[in-house]
């Protein structure tokens, strides 16, 4: 039994549903549909997601909605109307969203949260709609019925482990489960939604909850490519990959999805299948724990910018017990969370996220640091970006680092900080901002040319 | 005006205090001469110091200390003898002995330490009678008399800051000051000695008291080297390196002396100069603040070993805010101090010295890090080697990474880790013991053939 999801431009048009169908049709294992919201047909178009937001903020500034719920709905509309459907989804799906926008809004959070997944629920209610149109057995699943339920945490729902024993049952229907992704219920029976990529998380929890023998991730790309094709153009596509190392590529900056998403399914075992739904031949990137090594030691290249450095340095700071410590819970105290942490005898440099100073007085932070540490120097380094080199790999390959360093050399680029673990998946290069690019195109010819 | 101090080999016997003298009347600016106990004349020697340290045990035990004693008292006079000098000197040396093993003992420690300090301060006497019965004119100062005043910290003693300012009065003596090393007197009037490299300490502190234009370190080398002489023959000797070089050089094995004896001097910003009182012509080599960097970008390669690896995984880690900071507060109460800290996305690796192990469950360490932290993994690798790449140089140098990295690929050595912070005065490397030598000899040849 396959658990499959398709993204918001899969589900775009009516164009899109017609490849969803033959995909379905190809493989009678693909038993369970997580569906996203209807998705941008071009780089102009709005998605549903973002009117349903104006939709509900209008309505809850008591301003009148009408025109973004006339979007919305002929944004279903205009689909059924492509695959010649019944007008009886349409008015079905109108009802519902009138009647959600007529009801409670007491709880202003629980009105938006509950707007805001309509877009993925009602999407779920035209798809299966379409199959069973097409002949296909299909029917749409709430996930409230399915038994997802999550914690109360707007925007950020957290699954609850009881749902997993509930949505085995959905092993039991006899047609195709159409299930919309985003969202789940909380305890007391409240819409909440999930983070970012919430859609690839409730495919991750329903392949988990099954038991799926593949969680297949439909989206627009053909593959997790070796490294970002902004910097190298048509660089080589992954065929397989480690879960660890989605996770560090993800990190730094690959975007296909977000390696949290993936979570449910890392943790059950399930192999995860990254398709294109516009070239669904094609064979697509595997993640699963683990790969056979053939095609060298690095799998990956992924870089990402935005970081800062704070440099500390006192004259024997290395015989203090409990420095590093000290600092981390200043950190702490601003909320501040850490990347790295290389250190040198006496010194000591923290990479972090630059956006998490925003708020923050660096000179104070600073200050801080020197006064109550007593250090000789603090000093915060600006427009840093990280590159990450992964490869599972790379851990038992002499002269890696030594090919990495040389390209890097060799390209003129100065490393500003190494840091390599000792259970080294990846390894990590500090660059400044400016030279970042030309580090990973540098990377990329040393590893995959 | 310089301060000049001669280790135990410098003193050894009669023929060494000779080319001491000779390196006194070369230069009329040192005017300061900071003595240790006379040292090994050969391999099977016994340092006066050992000596002394059986005697005071046996004088507390209860028993004869006649042997060491008389060891100890022939060493002085056969120095005495060697050059012809009048037998008053140790006859007076003897006395004073004796009366101290005679005196108070009622605080154990204080006793040992006077009786400790009693091998240099003795040999202070010595060479400032040798001297004199030479023609130079030069005075014994007893450093309570000087004012060098100590924590209460029996082998272990930190200088207080009023010494400096009452040291300064040396200046005014006409007459050469021979200054006994590796001991002060606390508050109360107790001697209490400093802790390893002992002497080296005094002249640091005279030094900076006296506003000395060089601190002058004679020892038994020509220079401090490039690269430990054990593990390549007759390396290149260092002609100049700045205080943060030989501080990073002599945390990773550089044993030509401890760095942190340095910190007086370093702090007044007086540079040292290392020479050889068997060869006082070769230039030696200097330390200072700065240096012109003209010998390219490394300076030295240190490697100590002993040490081990605590690996720690958890998936979603670095989400965690204070992670880090949660493990490194156990570490504090075993009493553990790490000495790096690398990181990968999810895991992170705290490198420490193996012997602080000893009295440690590492399975308890372990399983505590586990429960308390929800970790995935928990592991400890042992016997590791950390080699050091040294030099000021390096910071904006391109491509030093890459050569120390291809260095040890080419000579089949993997690297565990890499740990270079944003002020590299430094590059570290983990190997594992076995590839340690191979990884040395590799990485000089890389930089200085």
Do not use: W
Not at 41 to 46: G, I, K, Y
Not at 285 to 297: H, L, V, Y
Not at 375 to 392: K, N, Q, Y
Request: proline residues 3%.
């Amino acid at each position: 039994m396959k658990v499959v999801k398709f993204g918001g431009s899969s589900l775009a048009s009516g164009q899109q549903l017609e490849k969803v169908l033959q995909i379905l049709k190809d493989d009678k294992e693909r038993r369970v549909v997580v569906v996203s919201a209807p998705g941008k047909r071009n780089e102009r178009d709005t998605k549903v997601t973002d009117l349903l937001i104006s939709c509900g903020e209008k309505v809850l500034a008591g301003k009148d909605p009408g025109e973004e719920v006339a979007q919305v709905i002929a944004r279903y509309a205009d689909i059924a109307r492509e695959l010649d459907l019944s007008s009886d989804i349409i008015t079905q799906i109108k009802q519902d969203f009138l009647e959600l926008l007529d009801g409670n809004k007491e709880n202003a959070h629980s009105f938006m949260e509950a707007v805001k997944a309509s877009g993925e629920d009602n999407n779920a209610k035209l798809v299966a709609a379409f199959l069973t149109a097409r002949g296909l057995k299909a029917v749409y699943v709430n996930p409230q019925e399915a038994g997802l339920i999550v914690t109360d945490e707007p925007g950020n729902a957290q699954v609850l482990p009881e749902s997993y024993d509930r949505l085995q049952l959905l092993r039991e229907y006899e047609d195709i489960v159409v299930f919309p992704g985003f969202f789940g219920y909380s305890k007391s029976g409240d819409v909440v939604t999930f983070s970012r990529s919430g859609s690839d998380i409730t495919g991750a929890i329903v392949a988990n909850g099954v038991k799926a023998s593949v969680y297949e991730n439909f989206t627009d790309v053909d593959a997790v490519y070796t490294v970002n094709p902004t910097i190298v153009s048509k660089p080589k596509e992954i065929s397989m990959l480690t879960y660890r190392e989605m996770r560090e590529l993800s990190y730094a900056g690959f975007s296909v999805f977000h390696a949290e998403a993936l979570i449910p399914a890392y943790r059950a075992g399930i192999p995860v299948h990254v398709k294109n739904t516009n070239n669904p031949l094609v064979p697509g990137t595997k993640i699963a724990a683990q790969r056979s090594n053939d095609n060298g030691p690095v799998v990956g290249i992924a870089n990402d910018k935005g970081f800062c450095s704070i440099y500390i340095s006192k004259y024997l700071m290395n015989k203090e017990i409990g420095f590093a410590r000290r600092i981390l819970s200043i950190l702490e105290e601003y909320g501040i969370s850490y990347e790295h942490m290389p250190s040198g005898i006496d010194d000591l440099t923290i990479i972090l996220r630059q956006d998490q100073l925003i708020h923050i007085d660096e000179g104070e932070l600073l200050a801080r640091i020197k006064e109550e540490l007593n250090a000789e120097e603090a000093v915060i380094e600006h427009d840093l970006s990280l590159i990450m080199v992964v490869g599972e790999g790379m851990r038992h390959n002499v002269g890696t680092t030594s090919r990495a360093a040389k390209a890097l050399a060799e390209a003129g680029v100065n490393i500003e900080m190494i840091n390599q673990g000792s259970s080294e998946v990846s390894m990590m290069f500090g660059v400044k901002e400016q030279f970042a690019k030309k580090a990973v195109k540098a990377l990329y010819e040393e590893f995959f040319q």
